[in-house]
Structures are given as structure tokens and as C-alpha cells.
């Protein structure tokens, strides 16, 4: 099942077609907002941002550098202007081999299911030039039967204050309870099956847990 951030928020706010107002809303485990810092970073060339609509966090980094794909145009069209935007689906790209030296993925992962993630790591290693690099911001998701998860909720519900380089940027991702635990181990054993040297692996927060890679292509 593919989920969208702003869907997922709509759904929240009661928001959407006549259909979805008339559903209740989904009851989710809410983590109180926290700040996160993400950092500039140099890159030569374009850089691919996977799943890159929504809030467009990597393309207000690097409006003139950033190509972002995302399966959903309405996610496209609301995030800020500025980078090549192309609807595709990021387990089938487009792009020749090796085109590309950066690639990114900022909070997009979390919505994906593992079958999904598995084809996404292929891909974005296809794509990435050898010695390429693949920078990964996204959540831990715990299981809805780990420890202090509210039972009766659908899933997740994260609220964050980015501080980027030249402004903040408020926002919130909701997601469906994964069926396996998407923590940092999760993420490295999809990286290294798919080729990927561990370059970074890091995991940050409070109450609730984030994490950021850096992988390289060999």
C-alpha cells in the first residue's frame, strides 16, 4: 500500500473529497514535535531527490541542482518551485546508468513497504556513478508491539522543525505501522544487498528516533 505525506495529513484534518469526510479519522500515535538540523552539504552536478513533492526539503536546499522524482504529481506541484520536477516511480527509474554523482531521500523511505525499499536501493544504485553517493534522512518506525505504543492506532505520526541553512521549516509525516521494524540495522542490510559501502550511519533524537546514511556506490 502506497501512502502520500500530504494524503496521510488531509486524511488527519478531515480534509479531502466528500468520501474521505465522510470516514472517521484515523486514530495515530502522535511523538511531540522535534527540531532536527540538516546540514548543507557539497555536491557536483545534478542531485536526484527520491520522492522529492511534499514539503521539497533537498530542492530549498539546492533549488538550481535538485531533480526530483516523486510517483505523485500533487506532491510535486506543492512543493517549492525551483527544481526539475518529473513524475516517476522510483523502483523503475527513467535515467541511463551512472547518471547522476548525489542522490538523496529525506523522510520518503518511511512510506514505502519492504518490497518497495529492496527495488529502491537497486535502482538508486543503477543510477548513482561508481563512487556515487546516496544520502538517507528518514524515522525510525518502531512496531505497533514495542514497548509505549499506543494500541488502537494506525500508525506513527512524527512532527518535526527542520533548520535548514537559511530557513525552518515546520512539518509532520504519518505512516502506517510497519509490519518489521525500521530502525538504522533494518536500513544498513538493505544497503549492503544492494551493493552499497557504509559510509555514515547515524541515529539522532528524543523522544523519538531519526536517523541519517550516507552510502557509496563502489
Known sequence: M???????????????????????????????????????????????????????????????????????????????????????DATEMKFLDGQFATATAFFSLMYMQPEVQRKVFAETARVLKPGGRWMVWDAVLPMLADPGMEQGTKGPLFYFEFHLPREVVKTGYGTLWPQVRMDLPYYRSLAEAAGFRIALAEETGGQFRTFRMELRKA
Open 2 to 88: 502506497q501512502i502520500t505525506r500530504t494524503g496521510f495529513l488531509m486524511g488527519l484534518a478531515g480534509i479531502g473529497g466528500a468520501a474521505a469526510q465522510t470516514q472517521p479519522r484515523p486514530k495515530m500515535h502522535r511523538f511531540e514535535r522535534q527540531p532536527l538540523k540538516v546540514a548543507d552539504f557539497d555536491a557536483e552536478g545534478y542531485v536526484l531527490d527520491i520522492g522529492g513533492g511534499g514539503e521539497g526539503i533537498i530542492g530549498r536546499m539546492k533549488p538550481s541542482q535538485v531533480v526530483a522524482i516523486d510517483l505523485y504529481k500533487n506532491e510535486l506541484m506543492e512543493s517549492p518551485a525551483g527544481p526539475l520536477k518529473i513524475v516517476m
